[in-house]
Every structure is written in structure tokens, then in C-alpha cells.
């Protein structure tokens, strides 16, 4: 590693900065380092008085934690990525709050010709599965070098990057923690496989735990990155309609698939919709002509197999439902099953999650 990412890190760690005014620095300056090699004016560049910032460059404690985590990312394998590093994401760097730092493993390439963010709701309903399932298997036959980018939470997020995974699609996830730790960790074999078609993203250092406020930061690197935002499902209020915020005021596209009037969670959907702060879309073949994409229809080969990464206890309830391709409630699942209520519902959610089985009205459950 060398001087630029030991100081970016350094400038992070700066009380009284912060990151617009860390960015404005580096802007003015030309580097992490000349912030520190001219600290003496660094309340001019700044337009404030401050003696505190300059006491606080002239400690040793930043570039101390700098060094630390700069051991353990090169201990770990993680790539470091400064506002000078060229596979510095190109979309994000124009944004005035970009993060100066960033920490990356995978093997995508974070400046792809082509790259959407797909986000909503953690509770993703029965529609919202099936529309996520088909938008991402009709996008990786459209634009089959498409980069999915989400946040790797319950719901939307981590259907869609298994469903990009399951396709084909390199995908994304930008992490609201340090690279000590994955959340949630009901999530992480996902994260390692993305490792290996795409990979996770992060701008806080190791020790760093997900906290609320750690979410928000990390949806404008969501926003920020890509060409669009797509949004799936969503409540009036939540994650979603934020980083739709933030991408409109990026002047980054924001597009979103309607929903019912009376559904909980379409209705953020419908409101971004009617205050015309995103495009109305019903399918991938929307989104792509949307953004002036040329579709490649490229069909992909056939599965190995059906149902790829299924458990043992997984594979008995398909076959259960196989034998009833109307749907069953979940009571007869148990019964067949001779497995209690509890287990059937864990694997029924996972099995949910996956874009395996859709849930109906009823507490009915059916194959897609």
C-alpha cells in the first residue's frame, strides 16, 4: 500500500472534518497526503477557524488506526481504493459526498459499461419475489454483462444478488460495516460467492459495526455507483425511498415497478411514481429501453440442475409441493413433512428468499 491510502484512511478518522469536507480537501489539495503535509492551512481551505482540526492532524492517532487496518486489508486480500485509485467506481467519484476511501474484494469491475442498483423492502411479498425473479432473469438475457448492486439486507436486496448469481450476473454488495464481519450473517455464504462473480464493498474500516446510521451512508454508494436505481417494493418510509432520494439528487435515474393501492409495501413504489421522481416499469425490456441500453438477447444454458444450493430438508419439501402444483397450506406441508411448525416455516422462508416458492393468501405456499 502505499502513501495515498495511509492517508486517505488517516483523513477518516479526522473528528470535525467529515466526508464532504474530507472530499473538498483532497480537491483543493490533490491528495490525502498534501492534507496532511499543509495542515497548518487547512482551516483556509476549509472557510473555518478551527485550531481543533489542526491539533488533529498534528496527532499521530489517525495515521496509527491507518496503519492497523492497512495490515489487516493486506492481510485479508482487500483491494483499498482512494479518489486517485483508477478502479475507483467512475459514477461515484463525481458525486460531492463520495466516499474518499473505499474497501473492495471480489473480481468485477467496479466501472462496468453497464450497472443497476436493485433495492426495496426487507419485506418482500409474494409479488415482489415474483417481479425481482423475472426482472433479473430477463435483464441477464437482455444485458448479459449487467452488474446487479444492492446491500446484501434481508428481502429485495438479497434475492436480487442471488438471483444474479443463479444467472450469470456479476453482483454487488456495499456493506454498512467493516470487513471483520458480514451482516446479517444468515447471509454470508452469499457473500462469499459473490466473491467470486462480483464481490463486496465497503467505506469503513474494520471493527466498524452496522449501525442505523452506518445504512444510510451506505445507500448513497448504492445510488451512487451505478446507472439507475431500481426500486422493487417499498413502504412509504424506509431504505429504499431514501436511496431513491439520494439518486435523485445525483441526477441518477430512478425507476420502480407499481403495485397495488392498498399494498403495504408498493406504496413508496406508487408514490415515487406519482411525484414523478421515477419512471413507471413493468419489465427489464422497460429498464434497458429506459436507459438507452442495446438488448443482446442472449438466452443462457440450461441449469445443471432445478433448484441449485437446496439442503436436504429443503429438497423434501419441493418434492412435497411438486406433488401439488396448486399450492398447499402450510398445516398439510407439516403433516406430509412429519416435521414441526417451526422447522417447515424457516425452510418455507428460505426456500422464499431463494425464488423458489412463492407464498399465497391463506398461508397457502406454491412452486414458482
Not at 477518516?12 to 498534501?34: E, R, V
Not at 406504496?267 to 413493468?282: E, F, P, Q, Y
Request: hydrophobic fraction near 40%; include cysteine.
Amino acid at each position: 500500500m502505499g502513501d495515498e491510502e495511509l492517508y486517505s484512511i488517516a483523513l477518516t478518522k479526522i473528528k470535525g472534518i467529515g466526508n464532504i469536507g474530507a472530499y473538498n480537501l483532497i480537491k483543493s489539495l490533490g491528495s490525502a497526503k498534501a492534507v496532511f503535509d499543509n495542515r497548518l492551512n487547512i482551516s483556509d481551505v476549509l472557510g473555518v477557524s478551527s485550531k481543533h482540526l489542526e491539533e488533529a492532524l498534528n496527532s499521530h492517532e489517525a495515521l496509527k488506526i491507518a496503519e492497523n487496518e492497512i495490515n489487516f486489508i493486506e492481510k485479508n486480500k482487500i483491494s483499498c481504493l482512494t479518489l486517485k485509485s483508477e478502479n475507483y467506481p467512475s459514477r461515484l467519484r463525481k458525486c460531492d459526498d463520495a466516499p474518499i476511501v473505499l474497501f473492495y474484494r471480489g473480481n468485477c469491475d467496479l466501472n462496468s459499461l453497464h450497472m443497476i442498483s436493485v433495492v426495496g423492502t426487507r419485506n418482500i411479498s409474494s409479488y415482489g419475489n415474483v417481479i425481482c425473479t423475472r426482472f433479473v432473469e430477463e435483464l441477464s438475457e437482455m444485458v448479459p454483462d449487467c452488474v446487479i448492486v444492492s446491500g446484501l439486507a434481508y428481502g429485495v436486496d438479497i434475492l436480487a444478488h442471488r438471483k444474479a448469481l443463479h444467472h450469470g450476473l456479476p453482483t454487488i454488495a456495499v456493506l454498512a460495516h467493516g470487513f471483520d464481519r458480514i451482516y446479517p450473517s444468515t447471509h454470508r455464504k452469499t457473500a462469499i460467492d459473490m466473491m467470486s462473480n462480483g464481490g463486496l464493498l465497503t467505506e469503513f474500516i474494520s471493527g466498524t459495526r452496522p449501525e442505523k446510521h452506518n445504512f444510510i451512508k451506505r445507500n448513497r454508494i448504492v445510488a451512487g455507483m451505478s446507472d439507475a436505481v431500481v426500486i422493487i417494493q417499498s413502504a412509504i418510509k424506509g431504505g429504499a425511498l431514501i436511496t431513491a432520494d439520494i439518486a435523485d439528487s445525483y441526477g441518477c435515474e430512478c425507476l420502480a415497478f407499481p403495485g397495488g393501492v392498498n399494498e403495504e409495501y408498493s406504496k413508496g413504489c406508487n408514490k415515487l411514481i406519482r411525484d414523478n421522481k421515477a419512471v413507471l416499469v413493468t419489465s427489464a425490456e422497460d429498464v434497458v429501453s429506459s436507459l438507452g441500453w442495446e438488448k443482446k438477447e442472449v438466452k443462457k444454458e440450461a441449469q445443471g440442475e432445478l433448484f441449485p444450493e437446496i439442503s436436504e430438508e429443503e429438497r423434501m419439501v419441493i418434492n412435497i409441493l411438486l406433488k401439488n402444483p396448486e399450492g398447499m397450506q402450510i398445516n398439510k406441508i407439516v403433516v406430509d413433512a412429519d416435521m414441526p411448525v417451526n422447522v417447515i416455516s424457516a425452510i418455507l422462508f428460505e426456500l422464499e428468499m431463494k425464488g423458489v416458492v412463492i407464498s399465497l393468501v391463506g398461508g397457502v405456499f406454491k412452486l414458482l
